[in-house]
């Protein structure tokens, strides 16, 4: 039995790009929650762009995430794009 191919989420390229970009806080392979939600979807930084989000009308550094196993909605969606402010640095040994 095959799986079907991950699905990155939607994202668009900004009309303008700025010259200098912002310095990224994460880097590929850091492990990272959510903040500020009750039960945070949790996983791995897989890649960063500077992107126009399609579902915030927001433009700045977004990091693809790529869900844990054990994150809450995994079930749902195997990636998520997370702005800076919204996640968080996550200690592996507070992996549920």
């Not at 989420?9 to 994460?26: C, D, G, T």
């Not at 959510?34 to 700045?60: E, N």
């Amino acid at each position: 039995m095959s799986h079907p191919a991950p699905q990155i989420p939607p994202f668009a390229v900004p009309e303008y790009i700025p010259q200098i970009l912002p310095q990224q806080q994460f880097q590929l392979g850091d492990s990272v929650r959510w903040r500020q939600v009750p039960h945070p979807d949790f996983g791995r930084i897989l890649g960063v762009i500077y992107t126009h989000s399609s579902s915030c009308i927001a433009t700045g550094l977004h990091y693809l995430v790529l869900l844990d196993e054990q994150s809450p909605s995994r079930h749902i969606t195997s990636y998520d794009f997370a702005f800076e402010q919204d996640i968080e640095r996550l200690n592996q040994s507070s992996v549920v």
